[in-house]
């Protein structure tokens, strides 16, 4: 049997938990420093209404009822009888400490939910907090996702993400500390970069103490301040055959052992701008697993050791 190209975040679930488990998106109608002020308004150039989320919060307020729904669902489409509880919307650490234990632990009380996923901002945790999450992983699965995106400083700015690379890597070391689990949001085809760029963050992020990592394109959704540089001709997205790609080169340089939760993004139909094929999540992933297999490439095939990891 041939080795894995990569290694899949379903087969590292069902692995650990010995049967199909399902990741299901939370909306705690929490906000972001970069949208109330406290940092910036308006939120990153591609960030839209929703915070990257379901936008499920103004109609189903009750994480209790989100999950209900969510368990429902993806039990019977694929048959899942696990779950983690995954806040995705906006910044998920970016409230009171008291309002996301309460937040939390309303998840995690919910019949057959294994785990839990936080994405945040690397700007919006504290000791506390990491200590109240690390405290879950007594009794549960606990993955912190960070928002990084790329890790050249013009880039960073370019895009207002508000926040730099050296405070995405503090709050690496605090995370890593407390022996929580980290995955790492990426972008591919941000304003400005090539790929000369994206490998460089691939290397950057490989000599630090990371467990999973995210991939996606830059798609444009409605209402964003990426929409309106592309409608004056500012910017201009990957192809599917560029992404797929710098997708696989990306792959290629970092360690071999990370975790890879996504590798193509879920933009919501209804509002998408451009580009169409980023609708076409099957046959991206199967150009992915071709053009790996086809060029004899797979997870670090490329990836150096670092003296700092």
């Known amino acids: 049997m041939a080795p894995a190209l ?14 199909r488990v399902q990741k299901i998106p939370l909306d705690a109608g929490l906000t972001c420093p970069n949208r109330d002020g406290s940092k910036g308004i308006g939120g990153c150039l591609y960030c839209d209404a ?7 919060h103004p109609r189903l307020p009750s994480i209790t009822d989100q999950l209900r729904q969510g368990k429902d669902f993806f039990g019977k489409r694929y048959g899942a009888k696990k779950f983690i509880a995954y806040f995705q919307s906006f910044s998920n650490t970016y409230a009171p400490l008291e309002l996301l234990e309460k937040l939390y632990r309303e998840a995690l009380d919910q019949e057959g939910v294994v785990g839990l996923a936080v994405g945040t901002r690397p700007d919006c945790v504290n000791p506390e907090i990491l200590d ?42 605090e995370t890593r500390k407390r022996g929580l689990n ?13 790929l000369p760029e994206v490998l460089e963050t691939a290397r950057r992020l490989s000599g630090l103490d990371i467990q999973g990592i995210k991939i996606h394109s830059l798609y444009i959704h409605q209402g964003t301040a990426l929409e309106a540089w592309y409608r004056e001709g500012r910017y201009r ?32 139909p209804g509002e998408l701008v451009a580009p169409s094929w980023a609708l076409e999540k099957k046959k991206t992933l199967g150009l992915i697993n071709t053009w790996l297999d086809k ?13 700092n990891r």
Request: net charge neutral; glycine share 12%; proline share 5%.
């Open 237 to 268: 997205p990957l192809t599917q055959v560029q992404y797929v790609d710098w997708a696989c080169r990306f792959l290629e340089h970092i360690p071999p052992d990370w975790i890879i939760q996504r590798l193509t993004g879920d933009p919501n």
């Open 182 to 194: 980290l995955c790492v949001h990426v972008i591919l085809g941000l304003p400005g970069e090539g």
């Open 50 to 56: 929703r915070g990257s989320g379901t936008g499920a």
């Open 6 to 19: 990569y290694n899949e975040y379903s087969a590292y679930l069902k692995k650990m938990f010995g049967c």
């Open 295 to 307: 060029t004899g490439g797979y997870q670090g095939r490329k990836y150096i050791k670092l003296e």
């Open 132 to 173: 109240l999450l690390s405290s879950y992983q007594r009794t549960h699965l606990v993955w912190m996702e960070y928002g990084l995106q790329s890790f050249r400083p013009e880039t960073l700015r370019l895009i207002n993400r508000g926040h730099t690379g050296e405070e995405f890597e503090q709050a690496v070391l």
